[in-house]
C-alpha cells in the first residue's frame, strides 16, 4: 500500500496496547474536546494539526477496511476525533471539579426526567429494599 503511505493525509496511530494502525484523517473529518455531560459541544476540528502530537491521547472513531485488491493490510479512515485535553500530560477529566459536575449533571437530569420542571412530592412514593 505504497501510495498510501505518501498521502501525507496518512499518520500512524498507536494504539494503548502497543498495535500501530495507518490512520487516513478523512476529509469529512471532526474533532472535539471532551466535555461534561451539562457543558456545550467544544469543537476543535480546526485546531487538528496542532492537537495532534506524538504521545497525545485521543479516542478516534472511523472504518476499518482493506487499502485495496493488490495489498494485504488495512487503513482506518477516522471520521471523528475527541481529545481529552490540549496537551500530552493534560486530561479535562481530571480537573478540580470534573467528577462532581458529571454526577450533579447525572442527578440533575434523572430529576427532570422523573419530576420535569415543577417537583411535586406529594403523590411521589417509592420502596427501596436490599434487592433494590
Do not use: H
Amino acid at each position: 500500500c505504497s501510495t498510501w503511505q505518501e498521502q501525507t493525509y496518512c499518520r500512524g496511530l498507536t494504539t494503548s496496547d502497543g498495535r500501530t494502525f495507518r490512520v487516513i484523517l478523512g476529509v469529512n473529518l471532526f474533532a472535539k474536546m471532551i466535555i461534561n455531560l451539562n457543558e456545550p459541544y467544544r469543537d476543535c476540528t480546526g485546531q487538528i494539526g496542532m492537537l495532534l502530537k506524538e504521545g497525545q491521547m485521543v479516542f478516534v472513531y472511523g472504518i476499518y477496511y482493506p487499502c485495496g485488491k493488490d495489498c494485504d493490510d488495512y487503513l482506518f479512515e477516522a471520521k471523528s476525533m475527541i481529545f481529552p485535553g490540549k496537551d500530552n500530560d493534560s486530561f479535562r477529566f481530571e480537573e478540580e471539579n470534573w467528577w462532581p459536575e458529571q454526577a450533579r449533571s447525572i442527578a440533575n437530569f434523572f430529576i427532570k426526567a422523573q419530576f420535569g420542571d415543577d417537583i411535586n412530592y406529594e403523590n411521589y412514593r417509592t420502596t427501596i429494599s436490599l434487592t433494590g
